[in-house]
T-cell receptor
């Protein structure tokens, strides 16, 4: 089956603009998480959506927001972009996430490389 | 407060030898642990996992050991191959929502 698809792969934006990134999870997966990775840093958790509801949230400012649609596809939005937002943004999908420990395994997309100039 | 720690930012190992990557955690409620491998500009890929009811899980060249009393786990790669050069992340989960808590990663370099 198809893996996690993130679009676009690369994006260049100007400071102050906003951006929307998209993630299509593996078919049947209901949990979608977003991460930010900057050079030399690990995976910084942004938020997780499950069945269209935000289930967990990391320590990012309110400029970072997301949503999930009824087909489990998710979008992440960053408003008023700053230079420090330049990063690889990763999306991960998981199964039901409840009652099945195997569903803890996250499957990642290839990421969207965002450059803010 | 970092609940999952990978204290070695990088590790260099000779090809053919054993690579040992370490991970420590502080939350005793963690009950499932995972290792991921990441190449530059790609998403992490799942390698191997272990439940807290076990102390060892093996999959080919990869073995994960869990020491609950020490709150420590390690990933052994034997023998190490050039394609193993990547960043390795340790992750842990606890609770009914299975949120993954990630370490900062260790960059493994396999020398020819």
């Amino acid at each position: 089956k198809a893996g996690v698809t993130q679009t676009p792969r690369y994006l260049i934006k100007t400071r102050g603009q906003q951006v929307t990134l998209s993630c299509s999870p593996i078919s049947g997966h209901r949990s979608v998480s977003w991460y930010q990775q900057t050079p030399g840093q690990g995976l910084q958790f942004l938020f997780e959506y499950f069945s269209e509801t935000q289930r967990n949230k990391g320590n990012f400012p309110g400029r970072f927001s997301g949503r999930q649609f009824s087909n489990s596809r998710s979008e992440m939005n960053v408003s008023t972009l700053e230079l420090g937002d330049s990063a690889l943004y990763l999306c991960a999908s998981r199964g039901a996430g409840q009652g099945a420990i195997k569903d803890t395994e996250a499957f990642f997309g290839q990421g969207t490389r965002l450059t803010v100039v | 407060d970092q609940q999952v720690k990978q204290n070695s930012p990088s590790l260099s190992v000779q090809e053919g030898r054993i690579s040992i990557l370490n991970c420590d955690y502080t939350n005793s409620m963690f009950d499932y642990f995972l290792w991921y491998k990441k190449y530059p500009a790609e998403g992490p890929t799942f390698l191997i996992s272990i439940s807290s009811i076990k102390d060892k899980n093996e999959d080919g060249r990869f073995t994960v050991f869990l020491n609950k009393s020490a709150k420590h786990l390690s990933l052994h790669i034997v023998p190490s191959q050039p394609g193993d050069s990547a960043v390795y992340f340790c992750a842990a989960s606890a609770g009914s929502n299975y949120q993954l808590i990630w370490g900062a990663g260790t960059k493994l370099i396999i020398k020819p």
